[in-house]
């Protein structure tokens, strides 16, 4: 292993791995139209078809929602204990469907309650009282779907309703695009994931209803993520699980049938852990390099990645890793810890290069007028 530095911006997207050296997929994934397997711990795509095609995600659209609100309660918008008055209207639409908390009319429900029931039930009336609410209307919400979407270069999808009910494929996502929410969900909000994906069942009202995740308590490890199924769509899934701080993120798109869902979405996941092997290259909170500052009173900041680091291949192979470091640099002060600023390209032996988000170490402040001194001595020296 080698690491070497490049200042230099730019996202590789993720590929396909279609090696010589790449295992036999399991039988099950077949008849499966579109899927993805990635590493979050390396970046690698172990396995995908169609990783780019759109389709409609059906309730997976609700991870979405979710996440909006994650960055809402994050950032001190939006409170767990605020609550929200269920409209006539959505009571009147929702409330004698099958999937949903059948909430009443002028009742009201807090946020908590809201997450986890759109989360664990998959509500479609909880996260249109959540997007009626917070977004002031449900056309209002999409608008800030899609331009959180945008963000976080989502670039192949689009946002009509916070559920996933049929809109006419308004409503669209790719494999890669739904693999990049994950990936920012759990990296930035873990204690949120955790609190509120990978729930077996929520009672509310007096009525108990299950999670249809087809990997929970039979996966090891797996804790979420959702569920979708439409008669436009499919049967859909976006899953994950982790092991020995290996992360794996799998979706499945425009599956015939719940059984072949099932059936794909375990023997896809054992197939990630079991037919390739990790090779760690950094433990959790290890410094993996360092970025020039500018501006800054400091000239140099450490950089860490959100949990390990992993290199991915098949087992039973060696393979060499090279590391290479890329960002836009000199950076500019001040930087906030927790700030990503870089990347981390991992390109193994017979593999796509893959990147993964590198993040500040420490917080860097504004130099004074005698470090700017200091510094400027040193950069001619």
């Given at each position: 292993m080698r690491l070497r530095a490049e200042a230099r911006a730019g996202l590789a997207a993720l590929a396909l791995v279609c090696t010589a050296a790449t295992p036999p997929l399991p039988k099950s994934m077949a008849p499966?139209?579109?899927?993805?397997?990635?590493?979050?711990?390396?970046?690698?795509?172990?396995?995908?078809?169609?990783p780019a095609k759109r389709f409609l995600p059906a309730s997976i659209t609700k991870v979405m929602t979710e996440y909006v609100a994650f960055e809402a309660l994050s950032s001190g918008q939006l409170d767990l204990k605020r609550e929200f008055v269920v409209s006539d209207k959505v009571a009147?639409?929702?409330?004698?469907?099958?999937?949903?908390?059948?909430?009443?009319?002028?009742?009201?429900?807090?946020?908590?309650?809201?997450?986890?029931?759109?989360?664990?039930?998959?509500?479609?009336?909880?996260?249109?009282?959540?997007?009626?609410?917070y977004g002031g209307s449900v056309p209002a919400f999409a608008g800030i779907m899609n331009a959180t979407?945008?963000?976080?270069?989502?670039?192949?999808?689009?946002?009509?309703?916070?559920?996933?009910?049929?809109?006419?494929?308004?409503?669209?996502?790719?494999?890669?695009?739904?693999v990049t929410l994950a990936s920012a969900m759990i990296r930035r909000y873990p204690g949120l994931y955790h609190t509120y994906f990978g729930v077996k069942s929520m009672t509310?009202?007096?009525?108990?209803?299950?999670?249809?995740?087809?990997t929970l308590g039979v996966v090891p490890g797996a804790d979420g993520i959702k569920t979708g199924h439409t008669g436009e769509a499919g049967y859909t899934f976006l899953g994950s699980?982790?092991?020995?701080?290996?992360?794996?993120?799998?979706?499945?798109?425009?599956?015939p049938s719940p059984r072949?869902?099932?059936?794909?979405?375990?023997?896809?996941?054992?197939?990630?852990?079991?037919?390739?092997?990790?090779?760690?290259m950094f433990r959790a909170g290890a410094t993996i390099g360092e970025a020039r500052v500018q501006g800054g009173d400091r000239t140099r900041l450490p950089l860490v990645a959100a949990g390990p680091v992993f290199a991915s291949m098949p087992a039973g192979t060696t393979q060499p890793v090279v590391l290479t470091l890329h960002y836009a640099g000199p950076l500019v002060a001040?930087?906030?810890?927790?700030?990503?600023?870089?990347?981390?390209?991992?390109?193994?032996?017979?593999?796509?290069?893959?990147?993964?988000?590198?993040?500040?170490?420490?917080?860097?402040?504004?130099?004074?007028?005698?470090?700017?001194?200091?510094?400027?001595l040193r950069a001619l020296l």
């Open positions: 499966i139209p579109i899927f993805m397997l990635a590493d979050m711990s390396s970046g690698q795509v172990l396995a995908a078809r169609e009147n639409v929702w409330r004698w469907r099958i999937t949903g908390l059948a909430l009443a009319p002028k009742t009201t429900i807090d946020t908590d309650t809201l997450l986890h029931g759109i989360a664990t039930v998959s509500a479609n009336d909880a996260a249109e009282v959540f997007a009626e609410g979407a945008q963000r976080l270069g989502m670039r192949d999808s689009t946002f009509a309703s916070p559920n996933g009910w049929p809109d006419g494929g308004l409503t669209m996502v790719s494999a890669r695009d739904l509310y009202n007096g009525r108990t209803q299950f999670n249809h995740d087809p699980a982790e092991r020995g701080g290996r992360r794996l993120v799998m979706v499945l798109g425009g599956v072949q869902r099932a059936d794909a979405a375990r023997d896809l996941m054992e197939w990630g852990f079991a037919e390739w092997r990790s090779r760690r001040p930087i906030a810890k927790g700030t990503q600023v870089a990347q981390l390209e991992v390109a193994v032996l017979g593999q796509p290069a893959s990147r993964i988000p590198l993040y500040a170490a420490k917080n860097i402040g504004r130099a004074d007028l005698i470090q700017r001194l200091r510094n400027g």
